[in-house]
């Protein structure tokens, strides 16, 4: 370290005068013991009382991340300096769960060498080289889990590195497992702080000796810790002593913000499974970009006063080494003094408010990362609550942990992590970073036989994409702002696509093509239209806001605030939106989301997939949309996802189609959205598949009409519908707690039925002609060559929409009776060149008689 770090440590008195003036311990050795660690007392761990303390791990104390980085990039550079340019270049670096995942990452760094960390957590799919025991700690199974079985198989120096060297005894069972794999000549154990007696270094380099290998010790300071024969029982006695922390004041939770970080697919975020120079190249390159966005996050609208003065980056467990990087990153970004780093843990540790004890204050919480390793499910987090003094309080905590940890209980109960620390902060701005997922394939001698079970099916089947595309954001791409959606779609916007719908329609059904290979041409709507779509705004805007408030608080009561939006681009955009903004009005949550795009017969865009899986955990993924019909989506989203680790219900607003289980309502009522195009999605078109257009690297395609600008009610329609959540919020959550015990919940499919009888009555020889329901009947006289539209007998303003449509198309309109939805629009049976199959290819049945009917899309 530099002598201003090393200035930065000794500021303040020791840490450890509260416990060795109250236990009778002391240390012994280096003068620079004290500047490097405090003391406290374990509880809960009757095999070790005391607990040595690091104020420059970046663990149990909040330090500077240039401090904790630099002391591993120095002990690094010494090994590097003892082994020499040759014997380091061949060197490989192993560090300890969980305390020294951090640490050994940083040695690694200093060495420039490859780097594998222990692990407590199993990994599906991903058989362990080995493990070993970690005597005296509460946890002590170590697990190997390299990606490549050979990171540890070569002859070069293994370094083993670990936050102290208490004993020497895991380092021990370490060495003498890896050596019965693959002897070596040279071994180097590092440590910040080495206090083993003196029986416990002859007893390392005698076994050592044994193996016929070298071991060199590298530490930061040397020392020993005196102990009372009785400290066990002083500890138990003082413990008993200390009354209860108070709780932190009650109040209103701080904002709780979720920033998407630009993490490139296929960048592990640690060392579980293995870290190479290459992935330390690219992590070097794309630091400064996610602090950027980190502090984007930290000073956006909702914070009070621009960026915060001091910021805690608050890793998770043995996710030390990326929230480190993250964190110095951000303080070169931000400047000045303003960043702290450490993170959770497992260890229990008694705190005491006081300034001479090295754990003032601690949050325990729930286990929210779904251990297999059994032991206790709680876990700990330390002076991050300010206690007594003030002045040590966080302006914003940033707490980055993996997908896997992003869980219910992150976040839902009492004393979830998240909820506690929205207690003791201004901001917290959440990261999830993608948990790495390494492609294993098995060594030659460890190859599966013929009779071997199957591997565990992958989350996708479809090959991975040879790099992954950028989504698009708005203004750039769409009418709606960046935060709100991004778009997993490919900008076409210079592509010519559209054309009049008959000669569209026609190109359709004699050439065979895809309806998805073009679009229609769109058109800014008439002032008779538009002043329609506003009136049936203002008298559905209540509606809207229920229905929606309704599917969020059922999503969160079902799928926990860790949920990922996805909707189906383009009609469930905007109702992705709206359910996003419900979350952030009525929970505070800033969740992501997406816009996806699905066409009929050929399924949810692949790449879209990959892309989502990359970095989320694809089970808290939801897909989005408007309303069902007949339920030829919600069929065709649920065969595509079908093995693929996503959930395939659909959450929409209307069912009508009683196709899914997760709903607003099942009323057929109209939703604003449908009675326009591309002016109240955003400005973006339908999506695109075509060959030549969309390899197979590429997301499905789209347009931006930037040029339908004047006419754009996108933001009208969000808003309208926004200001009504406060009027609803009460309805909603008991909407969504009828939902949740409702028995008629699951799909009984009676929209699908209704269509096919439907179908027979008119002579219809597909279903997929027949689009029930206001949204499908308006697309119909949208974008399709309409032959008539069914209208439920008596159905009101709902309908003016669809009869001016039918109006200006020439296109008779028929009341009927036991209608169960408001309207059903009928494509011609054999002429309509709009009319698709399943497939999305060509119908070319018999029609009931036979004409054409002509017009021009509104």
Known sequence: MTAAEQQGV???????????????????????????????????????????????????????????????????????????????????????????????????????????????????????????????????????????????????????????????????????????????????????????????????????????????????????????????????????????????????????????????????????????????????????????????????????????????????????????????????????????????????VLAVDDPGYAIRTRLAFPAHDDPQDGGSRERYVYNVAPGADGARRFDAVVLVVDDVADTPALHQGEYALLRQLRQVTDRVVLAVLPSHRPALSPAPSQAPSPASSPAPPTPLASPLPTSLPTPLYGPAFSSYRPEEVAWLLKDLSGVRLEAPTEEREEAVQNGGAHYAESLPVEYRPSPEYQELFHQALRGSARRIALAVGTVAETLLRERGPGLVLASLARAGTPVGILVRRWLAFAHGLDVPHYAVSIVRGRGVDRVALHYLAAHHRPADVVFVDGWTGKGAITRELADALAGTGFDPDLAVLADPGRCVRTYGTRDDFLIPSACLNSTVSGLVSRTVLRAGLIGPDDFHGAKHYAELAGGDVSEAFLATVAACFGEVRAEAVEGAERLAADPDRTPDWAGWAAVERISAEYGIDDVNLVKPGVGETTRVLLRRVPWRVLARRGAGADLDHVRLLAAQRNVPVEEVDGLPYSCVGLIHPRYSRGATGASGLAVRGTGADGLAVRGRES
Do not use: C
């Open 10 to 348: 000794r500021r303040g008195e020791w840490t450890g005068r509260w416990v060795a003036e109250r236990a009778g311990v002391a240390l012994t050795g280096s003068e620079r013991l004290p500047e490097l660690v405090g003391l406290a007392l374990r509880s809960g761990n009757p095999k070790r009382a005391h607990l040595l303390v690091s104020s420059v791990l970046g663990k149990h104390v909040p330090q500077r991340p240039a401090v904790v980085h630099g002391a591993g990039l120095e002990l690094g550079r010494r090994v590097r300096e003892l082994l020499g340019e040759e014997a380091a270049g061949r060197a490989v670096v192993l560090g300890y769960a969980e305390t020294a995942t951090g640490l050994g990452h940083s040695v690694a760094d200093g060495l420039d060498a490859p780097y594998l960390h222990s692990t407590r957590r199993p990994v599906p799919g991903v058989p362990p080289l080995g493990g070993f025991e970690e005597e005296h700690s509460h946890a002590t199974e170590h697990l190997l889990l390299p990606a490549d079985p050979e990171l540890l198989g070569g002859e070069g120096p293994l370094v083993l590195v670990d936050d102290e060297l208490s004993t020497g005894r895991t380092v021990l069972n370490t060495i003498r497992e890896l050596h019965g794999r693959h002897p070596r000549a040279h071994y180097v154990v590092v440590a910040l702080v080495d206090l083993r007696p003196d029986p416990d270094r002859h007893r390392l380099a005698a076994a050592a000796a044994e193996l016929g290998a070298r071991l060199d010790v590298v530490a930061t300071a040397s020392g020993g810790v005196d102990l009372p024969e009785d400290i066990v029982a002083r500890a138990e006695r003082l413990i008993a002593a200390v009354p209860p922390a108070a709780a932190p004041p009650a109040g209103d939770p701080a904002p709780l913000v979720r920033v998407e970080l630009d993490w490139p697919a296929g960048l592990p975020d640690g060392g579980r499974h293995g870290f190479t120079a290459r992935d330390r190249e690219q992590l070097e390159t794309v630091l400064p970009s996610l602090a950027g966005q980190l502090a984007t996050a930290l000073g956006g609208a909702q914070a009070p006063s621009g960026v915060p003065e001091r910021v805690l980056v608050l890793g998770f467990e043995e996710l030390m080494y990326a929230p480190l990087r993250l964190a110095e990153a951000l303080a070169q970004r931000l400047g000045g003094d303003r960043v702290r780093y450490s993170t959770t843990t497992r260890s229990p």
